[in-house]
């Protein structure tokens, strides 16, 4: 039987403890968001969660990845998702990979030194440092984001310069900047739920 790896295992800080620590996350953050019922009508939530086939190998974290936590209204049957750190959005990607490989670019192209990062095309590399150096850097969330940062940051980098500002390249920065991004993981999110920084 083939051995299952997890495509950050190169680093044991972005390995499965890491990626399950996401999940749980993810999976009391949803428990929050169920619990507080419909942000519209204020009806009962019923577990709506559906399938995501994320692309690469997770290892044993890959049960965790499968799936997105989601909920429907009993009453006004409208969907409620709550915010995620495992998923950027539609992307197929984990969050994680997104970050790192894009951080790892915004490195390269600033003539950095950059450890080396998930394999990911680089096209596909290319479209995401073009969503977070003009899409993300436009958002409300980013405007709102950077009115708490005390400091100047370099959007042209982005997320490298945000990681950097976190503590840079570690679990704790990743988790951080995962964590700030969180809200914009879904349209259905209520800003009474703080997934802290």
Known sequence: MEERRCPLSHDQEFGEKFLLALAAIDATTARKVQWMGCGRCGGRLDVATYPRKPRGELGE????????????????RKRTTP????FLGRKVYIAVVVVLASVVAAMTDAGKKAPPGPRVAGRTVRRWRTWWTTIFVASALWTEAKARLAGMMDERQMPASLLERFGGWGATGVQRLLRLTAPITTTSWRPSIVMGA
């Open 61 to 76: 974290a890959e049960e965790a990845f499968c799936f997105r936590e989601s909920f429907c209204c009993r009453d006004c």
């Open 83 to 86: 915010p995620s750190l495992r």
